[in-house]
T-cell receptor, first 114, second 112 residues
Framework: DAGVIQSPRHEVTEMGQEVTLRCKPI?????LFWYRQTMMRGLELLIY????????DSGMPEDRFSAKMPNASFSTLKIQPSEPRDSAVYFC????????????FGAGTRLSVL | KNEVEQSPQNLTAQEGEFITINCSYS?????LHWLQQHPGGGIVSLFM???GKKKHGRLIATINIQEKHSSLHITASHPRDSAVYIC??????????????FGKGTLLTVNP
C-alpha cells in the first residue's frame, strides 16, 4: 500500500479564498483523523471519522472549517474563507482501529495564507 | 499548565549515547503514543502503550500508569535518530472518543 496520501503538499493562497485539502487513507482502515500543526500550538486533532461518519469535530476551530468523508477512500478538509492564522501544516492519518492501533500519517499539506 | 509535558525540550547527544525522553501527563489515560517527526516534516507512529514496556529495535518505551509518566529510550543513538519526538495521550474519558492530547515535542540532535 502507498500509505496515506495527501494533496496538495503545498498550498499558497490569498486571504478570503477557499482551500480544499485532500486525503486518501490506507485501504481497509476505518478511522481517519485530521490534524493541524503550528509552532505555537503543536499538533491538534481537528476531527476524526469512523466508517466515514464524523465522530468528534470539537477540535474544528470555527465554522469556516468543514470536513467530509464521502466514501472509505477519500476525505476533504475545507477552509472557507481562509485567513492568515490558518497557515499551518495539516496532517491526515488513518488507522485500522482507532482505539487500539497505531495511526499512519500522511506527509502533510503545508498551507500558507497570505 | 499543559495536560502533557515533555522533557527535555531540546537534547543534543553524541553518536552512541543512551537517550531518554520523558513524558508526564495530568489526566487518567487509556493509551499513550510516541511519535517521531523528521526534519522533512513526516510523522511516524513509534509506539502505542497502555501498560508496561514495548521494544522495537533500538527504541524502548515504558509507561507507569500510577505515576502518570512515560519514557522513550534510544540505545546506541545515531545521527539518523535526529528528529522531534512527540508524546500524545488519549484521556480516559470513556465512550469511544479518541481525541488525543499532544506534548510540544522534544527536539533530539545526535552528532556524529
Amino acid at each position: 500500500d502507498a500509505g496515506v496520501i495527501q494533496s496538495p503538499r503545498h498550498e499558497v493562497t490569498e486571504m478570503g479564498q477557499e482551500v480544499t485539502l485532500r486525503c486518501k487513507p490506507i485501504s481497509g482502515h476505518d478511522y481517519l483523523f485530521w490534524y493541524r500543526q503550528t509552532m505555537m500550538r503543536g499538533l491538534e486533532l481537528l476531527i476524526y471519522f469512523n466508517n466515514n461518519v464524523p465522530i468528534d469535530d470539537s477540535g474544528m476551530p470555527e465554522d469556516r472549517f468543514s470536513a467530509k468523508m464521502p466514501n472509505a477512500s477519500f476525505s476533504t478538509l475545507k477552509i472557507q474563507p481562509s485567513e492568515p492564522r490558518d497557515s499551518a501544516v495539516y496532517f491526515c492519518a488513518s488507522s485500522l482501529n482507532g482505539l487500539h492501533h497505531i495511526q499512519y500519517f500522511g506527509a502533510g499539506t503545508r498551507l500558507s495564507v497570505l | 499548565k499543559n495536560e502533557v509535558e515533555q522533557s527535555p525540550q531540546n537534547l543534543t547527544a553524541q553518536e552512541g549515547e543512551f537517550i531518554t525522553i520523558n513524558c508526564s501527563y495530568s489526566v487518567g489515560i487509556s493509551a499513550l503514543h510516541w511519535l517521531q517527526q523528521h526534519p522533512g516534516g513526516g510523522i511516524v507512529s513509534l509506539f502505542m502503550l497502555s501498560s508496561g514496556k514495548k521494544k522495537h529495535g533500538r527504541l524502548i518505551a515504558t509507561i507507569n500508569i500510577q505515576e502518570k509518566h512515560s519514557s522513550l529510550h534510544i540505545t546506541a543513538s545515531h545521527p539518523r535518530d535526529s528528529a522531534v519526538y512527540i508524546c500524545a495521550v488519549r484521556p480516559n474519558s470513556g465512550g469511544s472518543n479518541y481525541k488525543l492530547t499532544f506534548g510540544k515535542g522534544t527536539l533530539l540532535t545526535v552528532n556524529p
